[in-house]
């Protein structure tokens, strides 16, 4: 989850700006399996941080899990850009916003494909079992 406020200031609960000893805290509550979870945490922080105009950005869109919610938040004026690299969960996505007329609508784009810091070809991970997991290598 990246958000960008118009000034161009970031946040993020999953990138570069959390340090490496916070980011395994936090997929250590997610393994435990107990009613607190990475995504609860990741929804919080969106309603607490997001606002109307923001451009946010969903790296692993899945089924829109916080993508819509992230849309609804930053209204008309705004963006949410959601990338979903595994072809069937992108697909079903898609379908989504098409039934629920957040595709035609200003504020959501959609893009399958995986996001990097490089540009060119990478393997590309996927875990069937356990897709949040995936990533690229």
């Known amino acids: 989850l990246l958000l960008t406020a118009n000034s161009g200031q970031s946040l993020s609960s999953g990138g570069s700006m959390l340090s490496d000893d916070v980011k395994k805290q936090l997929w250590?509550?997610?393994?435990?399996?107990?009613?607190?979870?990475?995504?609860?945490?990741?929804?919080?922080?969106?309603?607490?941080?997001?606002?109307?105009?923001?451009?946010?950005?969903?790296?692993?869109?899945?089924?829109?899990?916080?993508l819509f919610p992230m849309a609804c938040r930053v209204g008309a004026q705004g963006l949410a850009i959601g990338f979903e690299p595994i072809p069937e969960f992108y697909e079903r996505l898609r379908a989504q916003c098409e039934q629920t007329m957040f595709f035609h609508a200003p504020r959501i784009r959609l893009f399958g494909a995986a996001l990097s810091d490089r540009v060119g070809r990478v393997k590309?991970?996927?875990?069937?079992?356990?897709?949040?997991?995936?990533g690229l290598q």
């Open 124 to 134: 590309f991970n996927w875990s069937r079992t356990r897709p949040a997991m995936s």
């Open 28 to 66: 250590a509550l997610e393994r435990t399996g107990k009613s607190f979870c990475f995504e609860k945490l990741v929804e919080e922080v969106g309603a607490y941080v997001i606002r109307p105009g923001m451009l946010v950005i969903d790296g692993g869109a899945h089924f829109g899990h916080h």
